[in-house]
Structures are given as structure tokens and as C-alpha cells.
């Protein structure tokens, strides 16, 4: 069952009653700060909130997990965007309790896409090309520590600024409160 429709119907009295007008904002982020979290649909509204901001204030960028899995893939590229570009000067790197990565059975998810359709052919394709399907679907153990690698891979990155504090936090996503990991300042 898609969506789209009625989608389109909210979209369309959305722009004709002009409710886009409390949400304008340039493409610079007013607090100078970009935040790399989860795609959590617990953390949408909650982060923001439970950090002061609002529209316009950051950038948000969100991988699953907030796992940056790649020095040069999409999710370091946007954080790049974001300093050089947009004047970011601050990086937050913010993963949560309870996150759906830490329980990811990658041979489940493999499962399901066979399920779908995708044929074992391709999976082996994709193995003989070097794609490490275990590694590249797998999650986490332990949040603490995975924030603690993607704050070492911003900040380690030869393109990284090194003048841009990179922390990293952890938020419950029950209720808002942020336990910091690492303070950027400090390093």
C-alpha cells in the first residue's frame, strides 16, 4: 500500500494554504553544526528537541545506526558538504540506545532479499566483486564504541579540517537525554 496519494493531496493544500512559510530558512545552517544520527523514527522529532534546534539551526544527515562504513562514501561526503561548503564548524556524531543495528543478522536480511527476489546469483556477483556482504549489511555490538569509530573516521580523514571539533553522544530514545562519549573540544 503506498502512500503516495494521499501524500500528494496533503502536499498540494500544504502549498496552496502557504503552511511552508513558518519552515523558510536559507541552505546554511544557522548554529554552524552538522549532526550525523540514526534513521530511528523514535529520534525524527525527539533529537532536535532534545538539543534546542530547530528548523534551519543544522544540518542532519542519517545513516542506520549513524555508522559511517566507508572513508569515502556518501555519508562522509555529506559531513564534507556540510564544513566546507555550508560552514558547518562543528560535527555531532549521534547514535542511540536501543538501535536496531546492534541486533542485525546479516544472513537474515540476505534471506529476505532472496525472499523478494533477488537471486543468489547476484549475491555471489557481488561477493566475487569484493563486497563483503556480512561486513557491509552487519551492525554493532556495543553503541559506546561504534560512535567512538565514526568519530575517529571524521576526524582522522585526510580531507577533515582539523580545527572542527567532532563529538560523539549517545541519546535515549525514550527520553531525549544525551550521555556524551566524546568531546570534540578536548581532542
Known amino acids: 500500500m503506498s502512500m503516495l496519494n494521499e501524500i500528494l493531496d496533503y ?10 512559510e513558518e519552515y523558510r530558512t536559507t541552505k546554511f545552517p544557522d548554529k554552524k553544526m552538522v549532526i550525523l544520527t540514526c534513521m530511528d523514527t523514535r529520534l525524527f522529532e525527539l533529537l532536535p528537541k532534545s538539543m534546542n534546534l530547530k528548523n534551519g539551526d543544522v544540518k542532519i544527515v542519517k545513516s542506520a545506526g549513524a555508522v559511517i562504513n566507508h572513508p569515502f562514501g556518501g555519508i562522509m561526503r555529506s559531513l564534507m558538504v ?9 560535527v555531532y556524531i ?8 546492534s541486533a542485525i543478522e546479516p544472513e ?3 534471506d529476505k532479499m532472496k ?3 533477488i537471486s543468489e546469483e547476484t549475491l555471489d556477483m557481488m561477493r566475487y566483486s569484493g563486497v563483503n ?4 549489511l552487519g551492525g554493532f555490538d556495543d553503541v559506546t564504541e561504534s560512535i567512538k569509530h565514526s568519530v575517529n573516521m571524521v576526524r582522522h580523514h585526510p580531507l577533515m579540517d582539523k580545527e ?9 530514545p525514550a527520553t531525549g ?6 568531546d570534540g573540544n578536548k581532542n
Open 11 to 20: 502536499n498540494k493544500k500544504f502549498v496552496e494554504e502557504e503552511k511552508y
Open 82 to 90: 556540510a564544513i566546507y561548503e555550508l560552514n558547518a564548524s562543528e
Open 94 to 101: 549521534i547514535g542511540h540506545h536501543d538501535c536496531g543495528m
Open 108 to 110: 537474515k536480511i540476505l
Open 115 to 117: 525472499g523478494r527476489g
Open 133 to 136: 556482504l556480512d561486513e557491509w
Open 164 to 172: 572542527v571539533p567532532v563529538h560523539g553522544l549517545v541519546i535515549d
Open 177 to 182: 537525554k544525551l550521555d556524551l562519549i566524546v
